[in-house]
């Protein structure tokens, strides 16, 4: 099991960065986790280009999406159109990965008690 584990992880670019933005922000390679802080106002998250991100894994929390504004996540999906998704309720986050020519997107609504 173990050695499935690295055998996963070495494959595959893993980012470490936690980042808190509290206006529109532009994902960066590095991220991981990106903590949207919508208290102030809505805003708009953008993934980066799938080509260069293809591997790695995002992770968008917004933990007021309901109490305050809506974030909203925007990328390239499947099809090869620009796709958005709202994050829209308190503690709404949405997981989100390349292979290289889209990025997709796993969304999880309440996901932190």
Same mark, same amino acid.
């Given at each position: /099991?173990?050695? &499935?584990?690295?055998? =996963?992880?070495?494959? !595959? #670019?893993?980012? @470490?960065?936690? #980042?808190?933005?509290?206006?529109? %922000?532009?994902? =960066? =390679? &590095?991220?991981?986790?990106?903590?949207?802080?919508? +208290?102030?106002?809505?805003?708009?998250?953008? /993934?980066?280009?799938? $080509?260069?991100?293809? $591997? =790695?894994?995002?992770?968008? !929390?917004?933990?007021? $999406?309901?109490?305050?504004?809506?974030?909203?996540?925007? %990328?390239?999906?499947? +099809?090869?159109?620009?796709? @958005?998704?709202?994050?829209?309720?308190?503690?709404?986050?949405? /997981?989100?990965?390349?292979? $290289?020519?889209?990025?997709?997107?796993?969304? %999880?609504? !309440?996901?932190?008690?």
């Amino acid at each position: /099991m173990v050695g &499935s584990i690295r055998a =996963l992880f070495s494959r !595959h #670019k893993v980012a @470490t960065r936690i #980042k808190t933005v509290v206006d529109t %922000y532009q994902v =960066l =390679l &590095s991220d991981c986790v990106i903590i949207a802080d919508s +208290t102030a106002k809505a805003f708009t998250v953008t /993934m980066p280009d799938p $080509g260069e991100a293809a $591997g =790695l894994v995002f992770t968008v !929390h917004a933990p007021l $999406g309901s109490t305050q504004d809506t974030v909203t996540v925007s %990328y390239k999906g499947p +099809t090869g159109a620009a796709v @958005t998704l709202s994050l829209d309720a308190d503690n709404d986050a949405a /997981m989100f990965w390349s292979d $290289g020519v889209a990025i997709f997107a796993f969304h %999880y609504e !309440h996901c932190i008690a």
